[in-house]
């Protein structure tokens, strides 16, 4: 079955070392200045201007991660109170944004990959290699406005060791179902942090190929 193109960004697939119903999920700052959306499963990074824990949408690069973001809370100039809201819109707050993200070092998280690079090729009995190992990149999509839904998903993998994520594995069931197919395009694929701020091994293990 063909997979499809429609990418959701990082949803969290295991808690690391958190439980229900934080999953070791921590609180940052989002400036209520910062006029870039930030979506539900966005990855997300530190402002390196400033030392006081805001964050802001990531680039997609080599510059170390704060966490995956998965909603936010602020003080609404249009409604004149307190909103919690699975996205950043980029405007409307009076004060500091909130935001949640899950930051555990440990966790890991299911993401669509691209057209090309994290299928593999010939049948499940058959493959003898795969991304999984590798390091991975993202590209930022298109979040959904409506849904609050991130468009994030994974561009490329290769020995970069200061690539943000790291391929675990891929997801291949149950079988038939939407982005189980690791065969074809844009199927789904399992990764944990490599570049991120609480990594107590910085740009990640190296040697792996």
Known sequence: MANTNAPFGFRQYYGGSGGAPTF??????????????????????PVVST????????AAGTTTLAG???????LSVS???????????????????????IDDPNAQFVVMGNSTT???TGSLTTVTSSKVGQYAQFAIGTGNASTGQ?????NSAGTTVTFPFIVRGLIVAPPGSDGADPTT?????????????LRSNGAGPTGIS
């Open 24 to 45: 070791a999920q921590s609180t940052r700052l989002i400036a209520s200045t910062d006029t870039t959306a930030i979506y539900s499963g966005d990855p997300v990074m």
């Open 51 to 58: 030392a006081n824990g805001y964050i802001t949408q990531a």
């Open 68 to 74: 995956i973001f998965v909603g936010c809370k602020y």
């Open 79 to 101: 409604q004149k109170r307190t909103v919690w809201n699975s996205y950043w819109p980029g405007s409307d707050a009076s004060g500091d944004v909130e935001a949640y993200i």
């Open 118 to 120: 994290f299928n593999i």
């Open 150 to 154: 991130s468009g994030a998903y994974l």
């Open 185 to 197: 395009a844009y199927n789904q694929v399992i990764v944990g942090f490599n570049n991120e701020w």
